[in-house]
């Protein structure tokens, strides 16, 4: 019998690591539980258990928290197997003869790998930011940065992630284990390989926790996923290289689970409409916003948004992203319409919009989703049909709770995340895009880092009022307000606790900022001329190709011109030569006609002389001086003349072949 592990986070974050050590054999989410399940069982050999006796021996060895429901049917497979029996009742199973395992072997080995990984962690945190962290406090920020690769909104709600829930301020744990994983990707890619292998077994948990998962398709045909505006900046690369590469990576995997990305064309307007006011307030020295920050942080300028405007066609079809046509709203569809107050009223609850105009976007392609999908209740993403797909988490969170007032029974919602449908993809092939957790992790801790909107404006609000007072100059405020890493050292002061932005800890940014502000304003400058000329020769180059696809045009369409004046021409001399060979033959023919006509009347006199003379004969020998003899045969020879035509039929023959001699002989 195994002993009890003490049921504590650094327990429980080892069991979970070793989740993923069956991940390359291809095998399902059920049988990633086998090996606890059968070293559970070896606590209750010899007595009667059920599917909740499994759940809470696992739960005390290992620390895991996975549903009954999961049990249940894991156990159903070692019954087939023969390793447990069903007792009398039915109601309980009995052990039978357990396997071995490596169980004891792997999570040693996970144990190794958890610790150095929460060591690391405390010791990056009192280095960095003077906290002393020890384990527990280490492995309960670990914990909360992985509750964040829970699935929202699964049928299984009891329970989001196997992991105990001990919490801590994740105000300033999140930002830390975020900078310490941002700075292990780069300097030590052997403890970011452990932090991704707890990620991915996080990821697989949520499968664990919904058995349905289970039994769904592996891929998304038929699965159309409509692309939101902020989402899409982030693919066209107008955000930061972790946004972009997150972004291009779900794009990969849904096309390699044959799901189909397409947008609305109200949505591309959209699109086009926001870069070109990124494009003006930046000409006009006033953009701000995620878009602005990021590009000005990497060097890039109002050039880069100019020429994404421009080419937004070609980049577009380069991403594989297709133009879906709106629903029309008629008799056809009137009964799947939603109610536009009801969903405007549960969307403004949940998400503080800065325009009307983005508001009512939105609401118009979640209707549309509905629309599309006329009715249908979906209850997981393959049989959806439709879904949009965004980066606005608290618009997911709101169409799911309105078509949960609004329908009875389960349902996937209209509307996904981003990141929920990483994990969903992942999940459905974790072999086919292995680099698609990566991308996620990345973007997730650099999302961290970032000041959200309404933190950032709260900063704006401090530094205008110490302006104000007098607490603050002119230059000071130039450099907290200007400055491309202002973001930066705010949020690594403050570790994003808006609690944190206060007069004492602004100074401290501004004396990290007021070093290199001149040189970024001088780096700014001259990335601005260099962006400068960058669009004039992008635009230039593009007038060139433009004027070369058009005189290319031209000359093609002369071409044609050409080819169908030169088949016009043929078609003219031939239809000349079939006339001319029409008329011919109709000459031919009156002439033909002629010649029977003539030979005919020759041939007729012909057999009246003939007859004539041989009648003058017969008469004469009759009647005159010339001998019967004669008459005799004449008469005979004129009557069979008479009866055959011999006479006119020789004659007409003799015509038409001299007539036709001579006729060879003048065509010669």
Request: proline content about 3%.
């Amino acid at each position: 019998m195994s002993e009890p592990i003490p049921k504590d986070l650094n327990a429980s974050l080892s069991s979970l690591a070793m989740l993923s050590v069956q991940l390359s054999t291809g095998k399902d989410y059920l049988d990633y539980l086998h090996g606890f399940v059968i070293e559970a069982l070896r606590s209750v050999e010899g007595d009667g258990f059920d599917a909740s006796t499994v759940q809470k021996a696992v739960e005390l060895q290992f620390g895991l928290k996975i549903p009954a429901a999961t049990y249940a049917i894991f156990l159903k497979r070692l019954v087939k197997t023969g390793v447990i029996l069903p007792t009398a009742t039915g109601l309980q199973y009995r052990v039978a003869k357990l396997p071995t395992t490596t169980v004891s072997r792997d999570r040693q080995a996970a144990r190794e790998r958890i610790k150095e990984v929460t060591d690391e962690l405390a010791g990056f945190a009192h280095s960095k930011y003077s906290l002393v962290w020890d384990d527990r406090i280490s492995a309960q920020a670990l914990a909360e940065f992985l509750r964040q690769y829970s699935i929202d909104f699964l049928r299984f709600a009891e329970a989001k992630s196997p992991l105990p829930e001990e919490t801590t301020n994740t105000k300033t744990t999140d930002y830390v284990v975020a900078s310490f994983i941002t700075n292990c990707s780069k300097d030590h890619p052997g403890l970011f390989e452990s932090i991704k292998v707890l990620v991915q077994s996080h990821i697989l948990a949520n499968a664990l926790m919904c058995p349905d998962l289970e039994k769904t398709p592996k891929g998304f045909k038929g699965v159309h996923f409509l692309a939101d505006t902020r989402f899409l900046l982030k693919a066209l690369d107008l955000e930061s290289r972790y946004d972009t590469d997150n972004a291009r990576q779900l794009l990969a995997a849904i096309r390699t689970l044959k799901g189909v990305v397409c947008i609305f064309s109200e949505t591309k307007d959209e699109l086009r409409i926001v870069l070109k006011s990124i494009i003006k307030r930046m000409q006009q020295g006033a953009g701000r916003g995620p878009v602005c920050r990021e590009l000005l942080k990497r060097g890039r300028g109002v050039a880069d948004v100019i020429l994404a405007e421009s080419n937004l066609d070609r980049d577009l079809a380069a991403l594989f992203v297709s133009i879906l046509p709106s629903p029309r709203y008629d008799e056809s569809n009137y009964l799947f319409q939603i109610d536009e107050a009801a969903l405007r009223e549960e969307i403004e609850s949940e998400v503080d919009y800065i325009t009307d105009r983005a508001a009512d976007h939105d609401i118009r392609v979640v209707r549309h989703i509905f629309a599309l999908r006329k009715g249908r209740k979906a209850s997981n993403i393959e049989d959806s049909g439709y879904v949009l797909l965004t980066t606005n988490a608290a618009l997911s969170r709101a169409a799911f709770f309105y078509e949960k007032h609004n329908s009875a029974g389960w349902f996937f919602s209209a509307v996904v995340t981003d990141y929920h449908l990483s994990h969903l993809a992942w999940l459905k092939s974790p072999m086919e895009v292995p680099d698609l957790p990566r991308a996620e992790i990345l973007a997730n801790c650099y999302a961290t880092m970032r000041p959200h909107e309404s933190f950032w404006n709260r900063y704006l609000v401090e530094l205008d009022r110490l302006k104000n007072e007098n607490k603050m100059s002119e230059r000071d405020h130039e450099v907290l307000r200007f400055s491309i890493h202002a973001a930066d050292e705010l949020m690594d002061v403050t570790r994003g606790d808006v609690e944190g932005i206060t007069d004492k800890n602004l100074h401290v940014v501004l004396k990290k900022l007021e070093k290199t502000f001149a040189a970024e304003k001088e780096q700014a400058l001259e990335s601005e001329r260099s962006a400068h000329e960058k669009t004039k020769a992008a635009l230039a180059s593009s007038e060139l190709t433009r004027q070369k696809g058009v005189q290319e045009k031209e000359a093609a369409r002369l071409r044609q011109a050409e080819l169908e004046k030169a088949n016009a021409d043929r078609a003219a001399e031939i239809e000349k030569l079939k006339k001319a060979e029409s008329d011919a033959k109709a000459k031919e023919e009156r002439t033909r006609s002629r010649i029977d006509l003539l030979a005919n009347r020759i041939a007729k006199t012909a057999f009246y002389v003939v007859g004539f003379i041989f009648a003058v004969i017969t008469v004469s020998a009759l009647f005159g001086e010339i001998s019967i003899w004669l008459a005799i045969p004449a008469a005979i020879a004129g009557f069979f003349n008479l009866w055959a035509g011999v006479s006119g039929n020789t004659v007409e023959r003799a015509v038409k072949k001299w007539i036709a001699r001579r006729l060879t002989q003048f065509m010669s």
